[in-house]
């Protein structure tokens, strides 16, 4: 007699499907949710430490890098700039270091430096931008700190800032509040302030020091962003808070 062995019924797999994981260490591009505004690296004239993603350009106007300026995203970590300063006869440089790169926070380390080429002498243009005629080379260096959810942002920065003709030194902060009121636009308010550190001498730039005591150079701006996923535009209006400015 033949008798017939039941067989185990074998089920499908239950394996889950691998999953790609980012690398360890990766610095990830912030998103800001319910938004797709363009500029978050810069407000007004002032950075923030937010970057650009790695390998993506942006072209800049009005900004501290000058008239116009052209960033990239260097890495996932690193991104610079360069650009035409307002004295013309020069060029601005700047690189943004990403510490932490992630949703709703950023930290960054901000260096900056405008080079004119004829160092001394009148010109022009020697009454625009951050250095002109004998001021000499200037540079500004710290953190940027950025927070921010759907609605609303804040971004702050604190640096060393010299012209080195002049000597001296400066600290140089900034502070930035941002409002979503509707996609595509934003109220911003922001205060920037210089205070000396070191007093700045010149023989040959007196309209550039001061009278002798340390100079505290505090300024509050207002107005909106325009943006499409492609375009952001800072529209405001700049006010000097102390009689020095």
Not at 81 to 91: C, D, E, M, T
């Amino acid at each position: 007699e033949t008798r017939e062995v039941p067989q185990a019924r074998r089920w499908p797999s239950m394996r889950r499907a691998p999953v790609a994981r980012r690398g360890e260490g990766e610095l990830r591009r912030p998103v800001q949710r319910g938004s797709e505004d363009p500029g978050m690296s810069q407000h007004f004239q002032m950075p923030s430490a937010v970057l650009l993603r790695y390998g993506d350009f942006a072209g800049m106007y009005l900004t501290h890098l000058g008239w116009v300026g052209l960033r990239r995203g260097l890495t996932r970590a690193i991104d610079v700039g360069v650009g035409v300063p307002y004295y013309f006869l020069g060029v601005s440089l700047d690189a943004r270091v990403g510490f932490v790169q992630r949703e709703g926070f950023a930290a960054a380390w901000w260096a900056y430096a405008t080079i004119p080429f004829v160092a001394e002498g009148e010109r022009p243009t020697s009454q625009l931008g951050f250095t002109w005629s004998f001021a000499g080379l200037g540079w500004a260096t710290g953190p940027l700190v950025s927070l921010w959810n759907d609605r609303i942002g804040v971004h702050a920065g604190v640096h060393l800032a010299q012209r080195t003709g002049l000597g001296g030194a400066w600290l140089f902060s900034h502070v930035t509040a941002e409002v979503r009121l509707v996609e595509g636009i934003k109220l911003l308010l922001q205060g920037v302030s210089f205070n000396e550190l070191s007093l700045e001498k010149s023989d040959t730039a007196r309209p550039l020091v001061g009278n002798g005591s340390a100079r505290w150079l505090p300024y509050g701006l207002a107005g909106v962003r325009f943006y499409t996923r492609r375009f952001s535009a800072d529209m405001g209006a700049l006010a000097p808070l102390s009689r020095d400015c």
